[in-house]
């Protein structure tokens, strides 16, 4: 199936992702925003999303993305990517108004919410997936670009067990466009401001390992966030760091998002389904990488974490 026999009927097609949009995310729209203009001239399409990293503005058309959600605005189509409705943030009246709504992800925790859902785990990424949705035709070098740097950030560049042959051959065919795969790499995933490093030192530094240090946690404060004049847009990378210590196989990293509330991202190497863990906690993602939002203080949430993680330690050693 092509995706652009879903909407070839449309005259206002509205694109969105996920509150806290990652690089999955927002090259996911973007690719589609473009693809879309391309294949559709004469139709009006907006984008909804909140405002991104500044490192993906090498991204043509970032500057066309609406932040502010306040429209009465009814789209014939909403395309929701890399996430269910509950992760719409503030676009989710947008989207519920929408005469046809389609959600193309690739989170084994979505059981779809559209009228059309295109969900398929087992690809690396929502660019991938969307890259397989596309007439390959109309795909160019920008689309190739976007594509490329979204399946690169959710396989950790190609690192990661969701990397598979064809995304292996999907990335080959993108690089044949030409464009500067490197530097795009190094800009988006690997280059840290200097106060982003000082806070990622800061959590590992204070962080603690538990269950026979076959876990590690560490937590950011508001008050830390404040003082390094920070956002969650820096902590980015943080749990990735925590989940290569030797012998760690399950990493947790939290930050204090109000009064009593965090936000969980997980990651592990594949010994724990985080995914399980987070989707007991409202939360969901992949079995290596997932994420929730969890109310109570810092050490009710690692015992409550524990407890999951622990049960499937058992089982594992069983």
């Known amino acids: ?3 652009i ?3 070839k ?9 996920h509150v806290r949009p990652d690089g999955d995310c927002v090259c996911s729209v973007m690719a589609l925003y ?9 139709a009006q399409i907006d984008i909804y999303l909140e405002k991104p990293s500044e490192v993906f503005r090498c991204i043509q058309g970032m500057e066309e993305i609406h932040s502010d959600f306040q429209t009465e605005e009814k789209y ?21 108004r929408a005469g046809r709504r389609i959600n193309i992800d690739h989170h084994i925790s979505n059981t779809g919410c559209g009228d059309l859902n295109i969900i ?3 690809k690396s990424s929502t660019a991938e997936l969307l890259y397989e949705l596309m007439e390959q035709d109309a795909v160019d070098e920008e689309i190739a670009k976007a594509i490329y740097i979204g399946m690169a950030h959710d396989t950790g560049v190609f690192r990661y067990s969701n990397t598979s042959p064809r995304t292996l051959e999907i990335a080959a065919k993108l690089l044949g466009f030409g464009f500067d795969f490197s530097a795009l790499l190094e800009h988006t995933f690997f280059e840290r401001t200097y106060v982003q490093t000082q806070i990622m030192g800061r959590a590992v530094l204070e962080s603690v390992r538990f269950m ?13 966030m404040e003082f390094y004049q920070v956002g969650p847009k820096d902590l980015d990378g943080i749990v990735n760091h925590l989940q290569v210590v030797s012998g760690v196989d399950c990493a947790i990293f939290m930050y204090e998002i109000g009064t009593l509330q965090y936000k969980v991202s997980m990651r592990s190497n594949g010994k724990v389904n985080v995914a399980q863990v987070a989707v007991q906690f409202g939360g969901g993602g992949h079995l290596r990488a997932a994420g929730c939002t969890m109310n109570g203080t810092y050490h009710d949430n690692i015992n409550n974490l524990s ?7 058992k089982k594992e050693q069983a």
């Open 1 to 3: 199936m092509k995706l």
């Open 5 to 7: 026999s879903e909407v």
């Open 9 to 17: 009927d449309a005259k206002k097609i509205a694109i969105g992702g």
């Open 34 to 42: 473009r693809y879309l203009q391309k294949e559709l001239p004469e």
């Open 76 to 96: 014939d189509v909403f395309v929701a990517l890399d996430c269910n409705d509950e992760r719409l943030g503030e676009a989710l009246p947008i989207f519920r």
């Open 120 to 122: 398929e785990p087992q």
């Open 212 to 224: 026979n240090d076959r876990c590690i946690v560490s937590m950011v404060s508001r008050r830390m």
């Open 307 to 313: 407890k999951e993680i622990a049960g499937q330690l």
